[in-house]
């Protein structure tokens, strides 16, 4: 079963809402996307999912395993990207993050290879 915190983050994400994504965050949260840059604070995670959402014209998240161990949790997935062109690319992805006291996201890493979708 989904948590209630996962199903928010994917939710977010495959409906390219930016400030619902960067809302989960702690105001000094951070995440990093793939081998790019650390973005820390709230207003960096929207700017920076507003720029990644522009290049695409949708995506969806599909669950695979999660895993959650205290205030982390992993999640494997493969995700379907709908390209600008119409094309879609599906590719493995792992998402981790930790939650702090707040109950809000403070720290969020994505691993995946992203060069496939824009091939």
């Known amino acids: 079963m989904t948590s209630a915190l996962t199903a928010a983050v994917f939710h977010a994400v495959d409906t ?9 965050f702690a ?5 990093t ?5 650390v973005l820390e604070g709230r207003e960096a995670v929207e700017a920076g999912t ?7 014209s949708g995506m969806h998240h599909e669950i695979v395993h999660e895993w959650v161990v205290g205030n982390d ?6 995700v379907t990207y709908t390209r600008k062109d119409g ?6 992805v792992v998402s981790i993050w930790t939650v702090g006291d707040s109950g809000l996201i403070d720290s969020y890493r994505v691993f995946f290879d992203v060069a496939p979708v824009f091939a």
């Open 16 to 24: 390219l809402d930016s400030k619902a994504f960067a809302g989960l």
């Open 50 to 56: 507003v720029g990644f959402f522009g290049m695409l």
């Open 33 to 37: 996307f793939g081998n790019g840059p």
């Open 27 to 31: 105001h000094d949260g951070k995440t």
């Open 73 to 78: 949790t992993i999640v494997e997935l493969v």
């Open 87 to 92: 094309r879609e690319v599906s590719i493995p």
